[in-house]
């Protein structure tokens, strides 16, 4: 009876996590190929191999087999399981539909034959929806532990070099521990290559020479000198600056990720940014790459805005300068930018006066290196304190805000007390209103009036907090201002800029700060307790070491100046964002 059937032979075996518990191909032929001898049947072509998920319909190996039968070339099928010829529902239906047209007789497996008859086909059925049912419940498995994942702050797979997997936790679920010996190596891979004078080629030789790093050992392969390739990889993934993009658990998009703060960052973001130019890679949409701290706080005397102009550009190994960006050789030698030995990384940014130049007048930029140095200069004369004076005005704050809390206490009973007299005087308007006493309009004025006043004393109690630390960033600020603007970056300036709420004005010659309120008062109140009380500089005063009674003698003007600030940093607007709140041009100093 055998002879009268030809059949086609299929294994499949998907990378993908479906099959996990499926045997191997070579195992399933085995077991098809002892059913094939015992049973003496005929094999058109041999037995088909594929290696590729049936979640979706397009596997090569599935549809030439439905050609063949179509062609009537073969009109029976032989697999290990019947899962194995679908997980989704158009391959199942067209098996099914296969059958019903009397092209193909039957579908053997390795445990039972699946016939052309109603009770047959409709446990084929059963099976096809069987393993479409597990696949999409995996499927929910895994979309479900990637959300956890990305919650968490990691990306899924392998840790990268200079990071491991925490095979203590269950797998899946594991987090990263820090590869001391390689970490420590990729800092100075990336400290040296930040300096700009290096290729990809030296820049791997460096790694593979001086630092011998290597990579992860695993069972099969690793524990090799890294190559060009891999150096590559790694200077230009961002994981190491703190951040990754991946798209979200349904296969979507394309979704900015923050490492989780416990791994250690190796690099800044905007460190990363400026390697991601030396490469000419791009790594993060474009306009991320122009993140210049003093956009939107720098302004034309004119009052016109000032915009930025971002060079990145390499001198090449013939002493040749030019914008590498969208460049891949050196316009003059022709030399390959990734094959030069010495190459010389250069990246400035300018600020100049867009409308100016658009009408045709002259104009003249200001760099982000000169806005630094007179920013310096600006709090060291206007806005810097001793150690001495800095620790008398955190001590002195702190009793400020005690005081306020203690007052606080007070508002918060007397809220609580006018919150029952409110709901009492509710009931009585009501009542008013419904016996017709008072009109509509006067019971919506005279409830809005209760609640305007109860809303006043809630939001004085709760301004405490708010003022306090903004006044602890204020002194902090007034010591650590110089290190923030060199070493901070794009985020420490900026966070800075917000802070002293003031915007800088340039008019082609003179850079100038225009000065907030609070800013003017902190710096008369600051001049007027250097000038009464030289003690806080103990540098310039020697003979006054020791003499504690001055430093309470200038208790008051601590206190009454430190008042003054935080009143007037209370009543500022909380953004720069609305420019009918920026200072104008006649309130600006000169530095």
């Not at 150096?231 to 989780?260: M, P, Q, W």
């Not at 302004?299 to 960006?325: E, T, W």
């Not at 806005?383 to 007070?410: A, H």
């Amino acid at each position: 009876m055998n002879d009268i059937y030809t059949y086609g032979a299929y294994t499949r075996k998907s990378s993908e996590s479906e099959d996990k518990q499926v045997q191997s191909i070579p195992r399933q032929k085995d077991d098809i190929e002892e059913i094939i001898v015992k049973d003496n049947l005929i094999i058109h072509k041999g037995i088909i191999e594929e290696t590729k998920s049936a979640f979706s319909p397009g596997r090569e190996g599935f549809n030439s087999l439905v050609k063949d039968t179509q062609k009537g070339i073969i009109n029976s099928w032989i697999c290990w399981h019947a899962n194995r010829l679908s997980r989704n529902p158009i391959d199942a239906g067209m098996i099914i539909y296969l059958m019903d047209t009397g092209k193909l007789h039957h579908i053997r497996t390795q445990h039972r034959i699946y016939h052309n008859t109603p009770t047959d086909k409709m446990m084929l059925q059963i099976e096809f929806t069987m393993s479409k049912k597990d696949s999409d419940d995996k499927s929910v498995a895994v979309r479900s532990g990637l959300k956890k994942r990305y919650k968490k702050g990691l990306p899924c797979g392998k840790a990268p070099i200079g990071y491991l997997n925490d095979k203590s936790q269950e797998k899946g679920d594991r987090g990263w521990l820090v590869d001391e010996g390689r970490i420590s190596k990729l800092k100075l891979l990336f400290n040296r290559f930040l300096k700009g004078n290096d290729s990809i080629s030296s820049i791997t030789e460096y790694a593979q020479k001086e630092l011998s790093l290597t990579t992860h050992q695993s069972k099969r392969q690793g524990g090799i000198l890294v190559g060009k390739a891999f150096v590559h990889h790694v200077l230009k993934n961002s994981i190491y600056a703190g951040f990754f993009y991946s798209k979200d658990e349904y296969g979507r998009g394309r979704t900015l990720r923050v490492l989780d703060k416990k791994i250690p960052r190796v690099i800044t973001e905007e460190e990363h940014y400026r390697i991601c130019n030396i490469l000419g890679e791009r790594a993060t949409p474009k306009t991320q790459f122009h993140q210049t701290p003093y956009s939107g706080y720098i302004f034309g005397s004119d009052g016109n805005y000032m915009g930025a102009d971002v060079k990145y550009q390499i001198i090449c190994d013939c002493k040749y300068k030019f914008a590498h960006r969208n460049k891949e050789r050196c316009p003059k030698c022709d030399l390959k930018v990734i094959n030069m030995k010495n190459p010389v990384n250069l990246n400035y940014t300018y600020y100049f006066n867009i409308k100016r130049r658009r009408k045709g007048l002259k104009t003249k930029s200001v760099s982000e290196n000169k806005i630094d140095e007179i920013l310096i200069n600006f709090m060291k004369e206007e806005m810097s304190l001793s150690d001495n004076i800095y620790k008398v005005c955190k001590k002195y704050l702190k009793e400020i805000r005690d005081s306020e809390l203690e007052k606080d206490k007070k508002l918060l009973k007397v809220y609580r007390k006018e919150m029952t007299l409110l709901d009492g005087k509710k009931s009585k308007l009501k009542r008013l209103f419904i016996n017709g006493i008072i009109s509509e309009d006067e019971f919506k004025e005279d409830l809005k009036s209760l609640q305007d006043n109860l809303l006043i004393r809630k939001t004085s109690s709760e301004n405490t907090k708010i003022w306090f630390d903004d006044m602890n960033k204020i002194l902090d600020l007034s010591l650590d201002f110089e290190d923030v603007i060199k070493n901070g970056g794009y985020k420490g300036k900026k966070e800075v800029l917000e802070l002293l709420c003031s915007n800088l004005s340039w008019n082609e010659e003179i850079l100038s700060v225009a000065k907030a309120d609070w800013l003017k008062v902190y710096i008369l109140g600051r001049n007027e307790i250097l000038g009464k009380n030289r003690v806080f500089e103990p540098e310039n005063n020697v003979d006054f070491k020791g003499q504690n009674t001055l430093l309470e003698v200038s208790c008051p003007t601590v206190l009454g100046w430190l008042n003054d600030v935080r009143l007037m940093r209370v009543k500022r607007t909380p953004s720069l964002s609305n420019k009918k709140y920026w200072i104008r041009s006649k309130d600006r100093n000169t530095i």
